[in-house]
């Protein structure tokens, strides 16, 4: 219960991150897309350093979360993040949810939850080396890689949805470096002697860049499902890999692919929800 709690609390802290930072990013210049001048920038954003602090929040609440509970458990808490966000959308933006984003967010939350539950992904008790890291870590570097030609090649909400997935990829590796860095550091003296520390700061790092560019190339509506959506299903494929963990399939596939089919369907209606349309146009014409 412990870790429930501490992964609830991070969760709220990631969706208010997500509103602060999407808040100061819609106002950055266009030509400041995939340039470190777009960081110098959104610095000067009280906003943005506010969605920073949040975000550290919730790296702290879900490191703590992982100290008394595995990544499979952890990891798909997190999906409530995407309705909390919506709510602190309502209130930073002050844009008034109707029945159809309610229903859009329901739709989509039941269907990430049917996933993660018809997977049930259990812990497992791997301790991955090295050689497993190596492997994990040029996967990514690979999979990121692929998402930014996709994105280049695509224009608004696309691209930015495309960047979200990239970034949920990003944090969700972040989460498997940071369950292992949970197990290495064994007290405070070993803290900077522990490469998985390093290794969890870089990728939280370029993790947090991608996140941007996502943020400044379309609205929060086309960026948050699929960040949401990335991280604990990626997070799923770096337990079972890294960890161990086991998932159900078989025919438990069936309800998986019917879960997704309501992720999509759930995030179709949310991009056409009016209210959100309407704080589309408006971060458009900022």
């Known amino acids: 219960m412990i870790a429930v709690a501490l992964a609830v609390l991070a969760a709220a802290s990631n969706a208010l991150a997500s509103?602060?930072?999407?808040?100061?990013?819609?106002t950055a210049p266009a030509g400041q897309a995939f340039r470190l001048g777009l960081i110098a920038y959104l610095m000067h954003r009280p906003a943005w350093l506010g969605g920073i602090a949040a975000l550290i929040g919730g790296f702290a609440f879900q490191a703590a979360a992982l100290m008394f509970g595995g990544l499979s458990l952890v990891q798909p808490i997190l999906v409530v993040?995407?309705?909390l966000t919506m709510v602190f959308i309502g209130r930073v933006f002050r844009v008034r949810l109707d029945r159809r984003s309610w229903l859009a967010v329901?739709?989509?939350t039941a269907g990430l939850a049917m996933l993660l539950l018809g997977a049930r992904p259990s812990e497992g008790h791997q301790i991955p080396?090295?050689?497993?890291?190596?492997?994990a870590t040029l996967v990514t570097l690979g999979l990121v890689a692929?998402?930014?030609t996709a994105?280049?090649?695509a224009t608004g909400a696309g691209r930015a949805a495309i960047l979200g997935v990239a970034a949920g990829l990003g944090f969700s590796f972040t989460a498997a470096l940071m369950k292992q860095a949970v197990r290495d550091v064994e007290h405070p003296a070993t803290l900077l002697t522990t490469w998985t520390v390093y290794a969890m700061i870089l990728a939280g790092l370029v993790s947090l860049f991608l996140l941007q560019n996502a943020f400044q190339s379309g609205s929060?509506?086309?960026v948050q499902p699929a960040l949401t959506v990335a991280d604990p299903v990626a997070s799923i494929g770096y337990g079972v890999g890294l960890f161990g963990?086991?998932?159900r399939l078989g025919a438990w596939s069936v309800l998986e692919i019917f879960a997704i089919g309501l992720i999509v369907y759930g995030s179709t209606l949310l991009a056409q929800s009016p209210p959100f349309r309407r704080h589309k146009v408006m971060a458009a014409g900022t």
């Not at 080396?129 to 492997?135: D, K, L, P, Q």
């Open 129 to 135: 080396g090295r050689a497993m890291w190596a492997v």
């Open 106 to 108: 329901g739709v989509l």
């Open 245 to 247: 963990e086991t998932i």
């Open 220 to 222: 929060l509506v086309a």
């Open 151 to 153: 994105a280049r090649l």
């Open 146 to 148: 692929l998402l930014l």
């Open 19 to 26: 509103v602060l930072q999407r808040r100061a990013a819609r």
């Open 81 to 83: 993040e995407l309705p």
